[in-house]
């Protein structure tokens, strides 16, 4: 991690801004146009019938997708962070991130942390898996883990750079009550160090969120 990640991820205060931010997918409306600002410390939860665009919001959000209509502004410790810079200070967990089945959970993890150019990748795996109960296994192939494990895998993939701004797309998927209660204990301490945003139906994940923003698109199967 960088000095400066490691400065504002202890502090500094952080903003995020959607103006009229919308996504069309061809002739069909993938998010309805909104608005809103968050700042630290926070959780908020993400909301709206399936196929409203909730996590069309969270891939744009990641910088992983670029919106077809508005902007995106994070801003960290009043300094504007570029669309290019956003991987750095954002960590994103979606149902659709896939590991290579041949590698170890922590082989995974030590794989991406070179990737992003961190300092001691073993040691920031190790965090990671340790953080989401996985420290146990974490030289398992991932081809032997349950779908809860690999679950767990994907948010230690969100952590592994400690962000300051963490996006959880359906984190609750396939976990059990214990798992549930690890990933209410993460989202309490991540809220203290930045921002937290879950996109959910769950209404237990509702819980965890002091505000809600609720899509308002008329889901699957309408067109545009």
Known sequence: MSAALATAAGGAPLALEARDLGHRYGRRTGLEPLSFALDTPGVTAITGANGSGKSTLMRILAGLLRPTRGAVSLTVGGRSVTAAERRRWVGYASPELAFYDELSAEENLVFAAEARGLEGPAAA????????????????GV???????????????????????????????????????????????????????????????WGLAEQRIELRGRGLGHPA
């Open 125 to 140: 795996a190790a965090a990671a898996l340790a953080r989401v109960g996985l420290g146990a296994r974490a030289g398992d």
């Open 143 to 205: 081809a032997a883990l349950s779908s809860g494990m690999r679950q767990r895998l994907r948010i230690a993939f969100a952590l592994l750079h400690r962000p300051p701004v963490l996006l959880l797309d359906e984190p609750g998927s396939h976990l059990d009550d214990e798992g549930r209660t690890t990933l209410a204990a993460l989202v309490g301490q991540e809220r203290e160090r930045g921002m937290v945003l879950i996109a959910t139906n769950d209404e237990k994940e």
